[in-house]
């Protein structure tokens, strides 16, 4: 059992949750223009990473919000926990310089009932917002 | 009494160092790589070649499954290869001269719902058109073939009625693997333990040796049937493959005198339960929610199985899990496996199995020994080519194939 620190509600059980594979997979921004192959890969393929591994969870039965999980998938051990539309801490561009360091994350895994996730998070406004794809996740 | 088992066997197959080069490669002792060995030798005259195991044989899934084999899946392509290896079950123990104790006491899949009801029907059906033994059975007669079920409609999900295939069964998972490395041995393949496969040599797009902690190997043929690893042998190979490992849990209680004479799989409750040769309940239910590489799982998987296995056979409640365990399954999002060419020249693939590939082992091994021998599909594997998630042709077998098994 996981234990799985929900950013708007703290620390629960993973049975609350459900999981949502792959994070940052972004819809196709010309949909008309994929050939098979590229649906393929949109539709069917995902990353199956051994290490760590971006992933989205949906705490179903809390505040039903979507968030994004950094998890090492052979350990299972819980490395960050950052908000849908912010980069991957592990791979996010050094912050060019203090100050520009919002994401603008989704609006709705914000908010003033938030816990503090430091702890969990690894740099999770370290990037410019300008460099994180959209995502069509909150589903 | 429950039945003996055979002794276990004194050495049945060397332990050789590599040589420089093989006509063929296999990359995963498991069932699927050693039966694959197995035909490639028998079938295709390739006796030059050899299986790589990282760990030791037949360690990984092959040791963790809970020996379920049946035929009864839905679509034709799925009815025609798992058939075949039942077919194929029937005939192994006289042709591999081992007794590996395949006990065709049927398989039942319980129907809960006005919706089980139908989709089981529907299946029973088309599994009759596809000469697969199967039949309808209502609760009465569910009760006469399995006593210790509960029929009664007190229950949260009452037992509507359940198909039924006779020939389907269990066998020892371990022996089979012997069997095979024994047979192999024989005809001169080399299994190799204890050597992990760590990347690629390739000429262009062309598979020319494989890596390993044991040095590099030489070789005109590499199929993979690593499982769960199969994503990573691939991205070494430098291509992707649809799947996604989970892990994937059983459990044995201790030791009882024979109680349960079938094989009980509920979908819709979740959990399935036959009694091994020596006397354990074997139980099993679904993966873990979440991709994972670690042979374990979480424990409220189990519990939830526990729950509905004590509704189901009230008898088992005092019954007490002695061992339970994971392994690491390769899933497909149409619920069937992959099997054939890659982007990569001279490299084939046989991945996928996901939760229920021990029952297509020897049809596996026979219809992939094809394709690596003749670079071509199997008539049987064909349909399980990775191409199909381009065409769209995907063969769904949620509804065979939900509980994991
Ligand atoms: C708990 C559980 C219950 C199951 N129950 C059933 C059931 O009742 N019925 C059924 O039909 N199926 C069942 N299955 C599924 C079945 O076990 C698998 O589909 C099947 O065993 C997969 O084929 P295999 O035997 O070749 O796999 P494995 O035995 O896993 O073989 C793959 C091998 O590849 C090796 N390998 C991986 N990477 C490398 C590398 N880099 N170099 C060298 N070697 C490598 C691994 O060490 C492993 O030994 C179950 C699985 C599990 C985990
Ligand atoms: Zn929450």
């Not at chain 2, 058939?83 to 123990?93: D, S």
């Not at chain 2, 399995?146 to 269990?170: E, H, K």
């Not at chain 2, 929610?289 to 998987?301: A, E, I, K, L, T």
Request: charged fraction near 20%.
């Amino acid at each position: 059992m996981l234990l799985i620190s929900c950013p708007n509600c703290g620390s629960r059980d993973e049975t609350e949750f459900h999981y949502g594979g792959q994070a940052h997979v972004a819809y196709p921004e010309n949909p008309n223009e994929l050939n098979d192959r590229e649906w393929a890969e949109f539709l069917f393929y995902r990353d199956n990473t051994k290490g760590a591994f971006a992933e989205r969870w949906l705490h179903s039965t809390g505040c039903r919000q979507w968030f994004n999980m950094l998890r090492d998938t052979v350990t299972y051990e819980i490395q960050a926990i950052y908000p849908m539309g912010a980069p991957r801490p592990d791979k996010a561009a050094p912050a060019p310089e203090s100050g520009t360091a919002s994401t603008a994350p989704d609006s709705t895994t914000t908010g003033t009932a938030a816990p503090s996730i430091a702890a969990t998070s690894l740099a999770t406004s370290t990037a410019p917002a300008s460099t994180t794809a959209p995502e069509g996740a909150t589903k | 009494m429950a039945d003996l088992l055979p002794e276990h066997p004194a050495f049945l197959w060397h332990n050789p160092d590599p040589k420089p080069s093989y006509d063929a490669v296999i990359v995963g002792g498991g069932g699927h790589g050693l039966a694959t060995a197995y035909f490639l030798a028998k079938n295709h005259g390739m006796t030059n070649i050899a299986v790589l195991e990282k760990g030791w044989l037949a360690g990984g899934n092959m040791a963790r499954n809970t020996t379920i084999i049946r035929s009864n899946y839905l679509w034709d392509e799925s009815a025609a290869i798992y058939e075949h290896a039942l077919k194929l079950w029937e005939v192994l123990p006289e042709e591999l001269e081992y007794d590996f104790l395949f006990s065709q006491r049927g398989v039942m899949n319980l129907a809960h719902t006005l919706g089980d009801v139908r989709e089981s029907m529907r299946r029973v059906g088309a599994n009759q058109l596809n000469g697969v033994d199967a039949e309808w059975l209502d609760p009465k007669q569910v009760k006469e073939l399995c006593p210790i079920l509960n029929i009664n409609d007190n229950i949260r999900y009452p037992v509507m009625g359940a198909t039924y295939q006779p020939r389907a069964g269990i066998a020892k998972h371990d022996h089979v693997a012997w069997a095979f490395a024994r047979k192999c041995d024989e005809l001169g393949v080399d299994i190799i333990q204890n050597c992990e496969v760590t990347g690629f040599v390739k000429d262009g797009n062309r598979v020319t040796g494989v890596k390993t902690n044991r040095g590099t190997i030489n070789t005109e043929k590499v199929g993979l049937c690593a499982a769960g690893h199969s994503s990573v042998l691939a991205e070494m190979a430098g291509f992707r493959l649809p799947i996604q490992s989970h892990p994937l849990q059983a459990l044995v209680s201790e030791l009882h005198e024979p109680v349960h004479p079938t094989v009980v799989m509920s979908n819709h409750v979740h959990v399935y339960v036959s009694q091994a040769h020596k006397g354990e309940l074997v139980m099993g239910a679904g993966v873990d929610s979440y991709n994972g590489y670690g042979q374990r799982g979480s424990f409220h998987v189990i519990e939830h199985q526990m729950a509905a296995a004590v509704e189901l056979f009230p008898i088992f409640a005092r019954a007490h899990v002695l061992r339970t365990w994971g392994g690491i399954v390769d899933t497909t999002l149409d619920a069937s496996p992959i099997v054939g060419t890659t982007p990569v020249d001279n490299m084939f693939v046989n991945c996928g199995w996901g939760t229920g590939g021990f029952k297509g082992t020897p049809a596996a091994g026979l219809t992939f020994a094809h394709t690596i021998a003749t670079g071509t599909p199997h008539e049987l594997n064909k349909p399980f080519a990775l191409e199909r998630f381009e065409t769209g042709a995907l063969i769904d077998e949620h509804g065979a194939a939900a509980v994991a098994h």
